[in-house]
């Protein structure tokens, strides 16, 4: 079995869409303060929960661990390969007080900027229970106050300045887990949410369906190709185009956009936010977590050292 597993971790930066006097480290600081026990730190997140598992202050840095799981759900067994035809899953039941990891997320905070590594889980989960104890915590707080945004590598803005966007493919997934962040009132940021609201718009009112019946009936895919006319080409519309790109960045989902240049060049829109790839000792089918935080607060001091965190 390998004892290591690679990582990504990635830079985010809190944005405030109205007047805030505390930063978000003091917000979490003061909300996992006040509920210390993880069973007030448990939210719904699809067909099951997010819960914070740990917070604690290293130095200057606020530390975090959430997962995700579904209460009491059996896990399937696959037998080893054998001489037999046919083989058969089978079901272990979780131990008792105990549920099956369906994956986790660590997180570094300092201030309003934060570090994120995910284990087999995506990162609007973290979102999701950042609102949820924010929310709780403080009355007065819209989930729409909080903005998590990715930061840019300089150099890969440049580059698409340079070479130019020729188009902008979206493979986007619209799942269950969606629908019910919308009706629990977290509203969904970012330019791929506003077109998975469109979809679901459309698609509920030709089939009247309900949202909940909506997934209920299947699991929906979404392409969408944004693209210049050639025909009509000019700065404005390439100026355009150009603009969407970047601000994709900012969008929890950007792992389902390929940005095409006008040079042929793919790349991934999550592979221009700031990122690295590390690899933390495995534990079970998640990372090590006091590694992990380590590897978050090194990056960190790395980021800053550099002037990103200043920029």
Excluded at 180 to 199: P, T, V
Excluded at 241 to 260: F, G, Q, W
Excluded at 297 to 310: A, C, P, R
Aim: aromatic share 6%.
């Amino acid at each position: 079995m390998n004892a290591e597993k690679s990582r990504r971790l990635s830079y985010r930066r809190a944005i405030w869409t109205r007047s805030h006097d505390k930063s978000l480290q003091q917000l979490l600081d003061e909300a996992h303060n006040k509920y210390k026990a993880t069973q007030d730190r448990v939210f719904d997140y699809g067909d099951g929960k997010i819960q914070g598992m740990s917070f604690s202050k290293r130095d200057v840095y606020s530390c975090g661990h959430i997962s995700s799981y579904v209460p009491n759900q059996p896990a399937c067994l696959v037998p080893d390969a054998s001489p037999a035809i046919d083989l058969d899953t089978s079901t272990r039941e979780p131990p008792q007080g105990h549920s099956y990891l369906d994956g986790d997320i660590f997180y570094v905070v300092k201030e309003d900027d934060l570090i994120v590594c995910t284990s087999s889980l995506r990162e609007t989960a973290l979102l999701n229970y950042l609102a949820s104890i924010l929310a709780q915590y403080q009355e007065s707080f819209a989930p729409s106050d909080l903005v998590v945004s990715a930061v840019a590598d300089v150099s890969q803005v440049q580059l698409l300045a340079r070479e130019g966007v020729a188009r902008i493919s979206i493979n986007s997934c619209l799942y269950s887990a969606s629908i019910k962040y919308i009706d629990r009132g977290l509203k969904k940021q970012g330019f791929i949410s506003e077109l998975q609201e469109l979809a679901e718009a459309a698609l509920m009112k030709s089939h009247q369906l309900n949202p909940s019946k909506l997934y209920e009936e299947a699991n929906l895919s979404m392409k969408v190709e944004i693209s210049t006319d050639r025909r009509k080409s000019g700065l404005a519309s390439q100026q355009s185009i150009t603009e969407i790109a970047t601000s994709l960045l900012n969008d929890p989902n950007a792992d389902d956009v390929t940005i095409v240049t006008n040079t042929g060049s793919r790349v991934k829109a999550s592979s221009i936010a700031v990122s690295k790839s590390v690899r933390l000792p495995a534990h079970g089918n998640s990372v090590s977590k006091l590694t992990a935080w380590q590897a978050l607060i090194d990056y960190f001091s790395e980021l800053s050292d550099s002037g990103i965190t200043s920029q």
